[in-house]
T-cell receptor, first 117, second 114 residues
Framework: GAVVSQHPSWVICKSGTSVKIECRSL??????MFWYRQFPKQSLMLMAT?????????EQGVEKDKFLINHASLTLSTLTVTSAHPEDSSFYIC?????????????FGEGSRLTVL | AQSVTQPDIHITVSEGASLELRCNYS??????LFWYVQSPGQGLQLLLK??????LVQGIKGFEAEFKRSQSSFNLRKPSVHWSDAAEYFC????????????FGSGTRLLVRP
């Protein structure tokens, strides 16, 4: 149980286009979902926290208009990279906390690699 | 402010040898500590976590970690490493369980020699 799936696992797009990445909790309801960005050989940097039905909370330095997050249901959050540029190329990972779980455990997706040409 | 330091960028051990990955944290209150493992191109898998109680925590895949408050450390250990353990390991600290907002260390890449 507690599986989180991301789609697509990798995507290549042209500069200036927008890309949407989905994060789904497959077998549980997720109270909160988190989006991270990971540069090669570096750690995960939290970008934003999203709660179902409310606006996402962005970390300092993360552009809200560039990284649009929608958490429309308890099992789905989406990250849209708008007007993508080569510097947005990165590995994006989501995680989710279980609605009934108070232990603080997060369940991570397998990540989505974005390459902007 | 919370911070996590993993002083070793990469470590190489021989298969069957013991392993210790270091993690030091900075936090003003009782920390909640985690170790995650990431295989290449994959998401993160929880190895173990510490919230309270016994300072020696057992995890999956034969890993354990010991919380030492006096040293602000939460080092990860395994008595005998397998080739499949080669991966990136991240230590993380959270403010409290229900916040879920984790601060990750920079990671330690484990290489295993045959």
């Amino acid at each position: 149980g507690a599986v989180v799936s991301q789609h697509p696992s990798w995507v290549i797009c042209k500069s200036g286009t927008s890309v949407k990445i989905e994060c789904r909790s497959l077998d549980f309801q997720a109270t909160t979902m988190f989006w991270y960005r990971q540069f090669p050989k570096q750690s995960l940097m939290l970008m934003a926290t999203s709660n179902e039905g409310s606006k996402a909370t962005y970390e300092q330095g993360v552009e809200k208009d560039k990284f649009l997050i929608n958490h429309a249901s308890l099992t789905l959050s989406t990250l849209t990279v708008t007007s993508a540029h080569p510097e947005d190329s990165s590995f994006y990972i989501c995680s989710a906390s279980r609605r009934v779980d108070k232990t603080g455990e997060l369940f991570f997706g397998e990540g989505s690699r974005l390459t902007v040409l | 402010a919370q911070s996590v330091t993993q002083p070793d960028i990469h470590i190489t051990v021989s298969e069957g040898a013991s392993l210790e990955l270091r993690c030091n944290y900075s936090y003003g209150a009782t920390p909640y500590l985690f170790w995650y493992v990431q295989s290449p191109g994959q998401g993160l898998q929880l190895l173990l976590k510490y919230f309270s109680g016994d300072t020696l925590v057992q995890g999956i895949k034969g890993f354990e970690a010991e919380f030492k408050r006096s040293q602000s450390s939460f080092n990860l250990r395994k008595p005998s490493v397998h080739w499949s353990d080669a991966a990136e390991y991240f230590c993380a600290v959270g403010a409290r369980p229900s916040s879920y907002k984790l601060i990750f260390g920079s990671g330690t890449r484990l290489l295993v020699r045959p």
